[in-house]
């Protein structure tokens, strides 16, 4: 197993992500490894969620349907969340779009396919912030 | 006084008469007022006369015509030669004209020398009585023709402090073509996004700025509204009407400005960069990001089973 999954303490992750194989996957090799996952398949339900709890890390995909990823990164005023936010996507980000990321406070873009174990030291390193 | 004594020998009806009014109203526009102009016009044309022939043949009282005279040398436009009495004769149309041009040149540079002076004066003046306006923000302005609108923009580019919003389509920003429109928006310092209808027959308009800036309008929004927003805090918004003359209203009405600004974002959201592949491509970048998801699934298939096995490994 990956070094980078050696991670002691136990994370709480959000998956916002409209394909469910995908946030399915995630959530089974993280819950593997202890930690924490909570899953929103809609954009709505992700924001909803991620409004009340708190979450060491959250993954959010762009391209979803009715409230995509922008949308929701418009609603969300606190940086502390921002700042724990991973994008993970299989649309193109645009410079514009990587800037106004970075603009922000979202240092970690990541476009599918993604290695996992990129994935899991991204995911490390954003839970230590 | 008639055209024919303003220049002896050209009736009434004629197509040169024609030109000499259309030449008169011209002057105007140049700052001089009508009989200046009709007392130019008989000297270029008839040549040097004394104050009581031009008096005599324009019609104008004596005291009047030396008033004029005296003027329009003052604006470098005639001279007088020496010799009792005085007579007096005009420089040629179009060294007139560069004078004429010259001196409008020198006023609005003294006008703007002065703008300093005047706000420093100003602001030493006290407030007498003067309550809270509460239309402070809310305030409204009809501008009409191409020039005032240009000053607005101009204005409103210098002063923007986070951002410009532009939406409209390119038919309505051809109008600024050959002015500094384009310019005002280069030099703009803060972000600048434009939502414009980009055809290649038209996208010229917007020539020299970055392409990076400027997202595909839907052709469905074609010709419907135009705006300028400047820092969700004003508003130019362009009214179309053919029929006349180019018009605009400016506005910092908060909730007007909010309502605009509100719609661009929709409008931006959804629409494309004009740098990027436009809906023809679609299914092409669909298919793209389907396989990648794909791809990213496979690796995490891949990953899970490596590590039950690791795991498994272990147990035994």
């Known amino acids: 197993m990956s070094d980078s999954l050696s991670v002691k303490k136990e994370l709480a992750v959000l998956i916002i992500d409209d394909n469910e194989q995908i946030t399915k996957m995630i959530s089974t090799f993280l819950r593997l490894n202890n930690h924490k996952c909570i899953i929103a398949n809609d954009g709505k339900y992700g924001l909803d969620t991620l409004q009340k709890e708190r979450f060491d890390v959250i993954l959010l995909d762009l391209a979803m349907p009715e409230l995509d990823g922008y949308e929701i990164l418009e609603k969300i005023k606190s940086p502390d969340k921002l700042s724990r936010i991973i994008i993970l996507t299989a649309s193109n980000i645009t410079k514009e779009n990587q800037k106004k990321f970075k603009e922000i406070g979202i240092t970690t873009i990541l476009q599918k396919p993604v290695d996992i174990d990129v994935l899991l030291e991204k995911i490390t390193t954003i839970s230590k912030c | ?316």
Not at chain 2, 44 to 65: F, Y
Not at chain 2, 97 to 112: A, F, H, P, Y
Not at chain 2, 287 to 295: D, K, M, T, V
Request: aromatic share 10%; hydrophobic share 35%.
């Open chain 2, 1 to 316: 006084m008639t055209m024919e004594e303003v220049v002896e020998g050209i009736s009434h009806g004629t197509k040169h008469y024609e030109s000499v009014e259309k030449i008169n109203k011209i002057l105007l526009q140049y700052g001089l007022t009508p009989n200046q102009s009709k007392i130019y016009i008989h000297l270029t044309k008839s040549g040097e006369k004394t104050a009581s022939e031009l008096s005599k043949n324009l019609k104008i009282p004596r005291t009047e015509t030396y008033h004029l005279l005296n003027s329009l040398e003052q604006k470098g436009i005639i001279f007088s030669i020496f010799g009792k009495p005085s007579r007096f004769n005009s420089i040629p149309i179009n060294e007139a004209v560069t004078v004429l041009i010259n001196n409008e040149k020198k006023r609005i540079s003294d006008l703007e020398s002065k703008k300093d002076t005047i706000l420093s004066l100003w602001n030493t003046l006290p407030e007498i009585g003067k309550q809270n306006d509460d239309s402070e923000d809310n305030r409204f302005q009809i501008l009409q023709g191409r020039n005032p609108i240009l000053v607005k923009i101009e204005q409103m580019t210098k002063t923007a402090n986070e951002c410009i919003h532009i939406l409209g389509s390119e038919t309505n920003f051809i109008r600024f073509y050959h002015t500094d429109f384009v310019e005002f928006l280069k030099n703009v310092k803060v972000r600048l996004e434009i939502l414009t209808t980009f055809s290649e027959k038209g996208n010229y308009v917007f020539e020299g700025l970055e392409l990076e800036n400027i997202k595909k309008l839907d052709e469905s929004h074609k010709e419907n509204f135009s705006f300028i927003i400047k820092d969700d805090s004003e508003v130019l918004f362009f009214i179309n009407n053919p029929e006349s003359e180019f018009m605009a209203i400016w506005t910092d009405s908060r909730s007007f400005v909010m309502t605009l600004e509100s719609l661009f974002r929709l409008i931006w959201r959804k629409s494309i960069f004009v740098l990027e592949k436009d809906d023809s491509s679609t299914i092409e970048n669909e298919f793209e990001h389907r396989l990648r998801e794909i791809e990213q699934e496979k690796l995490i298939l891949n990953y899970l089973q490596k590590n039950f096995h690791i795991k498994n490994e272990g147990v035994k």
